[in-house]
């Protein structure tokens, strides 16, 4: 949905830029007019302000005129304008998790954030999120509930709300977004984007307020899958200063027919408009030559889920804020709030046995998708109005 009078497309935006049809001070120009008229004031928690950006572009011209052509090799993301959601910490800048009283000025920027403004990126603000990052929804923010943005009577999805929302509506080429649970991938499906999370690990979370810190990753929200991969490229480094990183292990493509693997069934909670285009999705598929379906079961993979939005994990949600709950829970959202207090239900031997039970569920899902490239399944069962989650 860009409605900007500039490409906002990787490579398009950089091929005007290398060509003289654009410059980064009219990307900045139109980018804050364009943001301005559209008044969607919630995707946002902070915006740098034109003056800042401006300085910013005309260092990056400046170094441009350095480096000559070679900028483009030697800093890929040239001029790209990004957002990050408010978990992650830019140097100088409030990180809030959507919860005022928590919010600190940041020292140093995410491990994330700096490979991006090294690679040339050019960040336009921090967006809005459900409050730690706890919710599928988007609402859950004393910033205000994130509008679709195709529809406002609908979510936007979460908890990465307005990182998707601002890709969407053609505010920036990326966003960054964090995905314990779908809050990558949810937002991204409720607005017509993509949404990458990458395996446990590959993008480093030094620097982001963690939710679950064992399970959780930074994501990438874009318009297609090439720039997603751009923007991954950029990002994936192994961190020595982060204990969950791991180092980049690439492999081979496989040039060969692809194996898909699908749910035998899938709950979609009366909506028919998603169980239609989930089927016309199929039905594509089938009929690709080079494509072979399988049908799975899936109960596998909902136990798997059902272990971590309603077992013990929510404890670890609990420790994440913990001091700061303890003494400050009357300023947590009241939803956030009741789901953080419930960790107090769960004990060890709970965690334990769900630990135990997961390791037995990933060794079948290992199983179910031996022969298999692929699992495809609808990236949510329904897309609820504002109201009914209100």
């Given amino acids: 949905m860009n409605t900007t009078m500039i490409a906002l497309d990787i490579n398009e935006l950089q091929s005007a830029l290398r060509s003289g049809t654009t410059t ?11 943001i301005d008229a559209d008044d969607r004031p919630e995707v946002w928690i902070y915006r740098v302000p034109a003056a800042d950006l401006l300085e910013r572009a005309a260092a990056l011209e400046d170094i441009a005129a350095a480096l000559g052509e070679s900028v483009y090799e030697q800093l890929p993301l040239f001029g790209v304008p990004f957002a990050v959601k408010d978990n992650f910490d830019v140097a100088g800048m409030l990180t809030t998790a959507a919860c005022p009283a928590f919010a600190y000025v940041a020292r140093e920027n995410a491990h994330v954030v700096q490979r991006l403004l090294d690679s040339g990126a050019l960040l336009i603000g921090k967006t809005n999120l459900d409050q730690f990052a706890t919710g599928l929804v988007g609402v859950r923010s004393p910033y205000g509930a994130v509008c679709n943005a195709h529809d406002p009577a609908y979510v936007s999805g979460g908890s990465s709300s307005g990182s998707a929302v601002a890709v969407a509506r053609g505010y920036v080429s990326f966003a960054l ?19 990458l999370k990458p395996s446990l690990g590959l993008f480093s979370s030094r620097g982001v307020v963690p939710a679950c810190r064992t399970l959780d990753c930074p994501s990438i929200f874009t318009c297609d899958v090439m720039q997603a991969w751009q923007v991954a490229q950029v990002i994936a480094a192994y961190d020595p200063l982060d204990p969950g990183s791991v180092a980049v292990q690439a492999l081979p493509v496989q040039r060969r027919a692809r194996r898909v693997a699908v749910a035998r069934q899938c709950e979609f909670f009366g909506d028919t408009q998603a169980q239609a285009a989930y089927s016309k999705a199929l039905a594509a598929l089938r009929n690709d030559p080079l494509v072979t379906i399988k049908e799975i079961e899936f109960n596998v993979f909902a136990e798997a889920a059902a272990l971590l939005y309603q077992g013990p994990w929510v404890a670890e949600r609990r420790a994440a804020v913990g001091r700061f709950f303890t003494e400050n829970a009357a300023d947590v959202h009241p939803v956030v709030r009741g789901i953080l207090q419930s960790a107090a239900s769960f004990d060890a031997v709970d965690a334990f046995n769900a630990r135990y039970r997961l390791a037995d569920l990933t060794r079948a899902a290992e199983h179910l998708l031996a022969d298999v490239d692929v699992l495809v399944v609808p990236t949510a069962p329904c897309m609820p109005t504002i109201d009914a989650v209100l």
């Fill in 177 to 195: 977004g964090t995905d314990t649970a779908g809050s990558g991938r949810v937002p991204a499906g409720f607005n017509g984007i993509v949404g």
């Fill in 24 to 34: 980064l001070a009219t990307l900045v120009h139109t980018l804050t007019t364009h």
